[in-house]
């Protein structure tokens, strides 16, 4: 990580960081990987007096703090360290935010699900869950709890007697490993926890059953639906569906 100097028209030179992130190729005469110019919006003004040095110096040793600064911020990364201030955020601000997002794009069902995973978390852990504490055994003991979690109301009220089913532990499991996934990312956290642990040996989906209504029967629904409406409004019309009924029975037969 070098420290370099852009001079700009007016004579001053703006200082930037120039360095690799990621994975970084090493060879002879070689770096390679990719690289990032950061602007530090630190100048160096022309030296004409003693004041003018001065203030260099200053600006100088701040942008060889900040190089230092960011030399182990990038070992941190390389290593899986995480950056601590990052790896605070509250994971249930995180969701709540998601939420929100999720309903004002119409997504009203998901951001539904999101507020079940946040109480549920909640309930599992407290007001607070810093990203830097989802760890696997985190993952583990929270599926174990809602595996044995009550049912809740649609008012958010614990019922009694009854636990969430598979397929709703499935749902709010897979609403947490996606905010993890998109916080990992973001550069949150450095380290994704939903790939080291084996959440479908713990939990398996049940297999949903669909039940539909053939197209006759449906033809037959809207039929009556449509008769009944019209009868109610216009009742000389009973006449008309009765002959149709004859009509239809006669060439079914």
Known sequence: MRIRFKQLSNGNQSI?????????IRKENYVG??????????????????????????TLALAKAIQSKRIVEVQNDAHGFQNTNKSRVNLLDYLENIGKQSAEQGS????????????ALKLFRGDYIAFRDVDKEFLSEFT????????????????TGGRLSANSV???????????????????ITVNPTKEFDFASKVRQE????????IDELKTLLY????EIHTTRFPYN????QHYDEIMTDEES
């Open 144 to 159: 174990d709890y809602l595996r044995q979690m009550p049912k809740a109301s649609k008012y958010g009220v614990l019922k």
């Open 33 to 58: 990987g990719k690289r990032k110019y950061e602007f530090l919006k630190l100048y160096l003004i022309p030296e004409r007096t003693r004041e003018d040095k001065a203030k260099n110096e200053v």
């Open 170 to 188: 499935v749902s709010y499991y897979g609403t947490l490993r996606t905010a993890i996934n998109r916080a990992y990312k973001e550069g949150i």
């Open 16 to 24: 930037y960081l120039d360095y690799y992130t990621g994975d970084v």
């Open 238 to 241: 009973d006449f008309l569906f």
């Open 224 to 227: 009556q639906r449509v008769k």
């Open 207 to 214: 297999p949903s059953r669909r039940e539909y209504l053939t």
């Open 108 to 119: 009203r069902n998901y951001a539904r699900t999101v507020l079940n995973t946040v109480r």
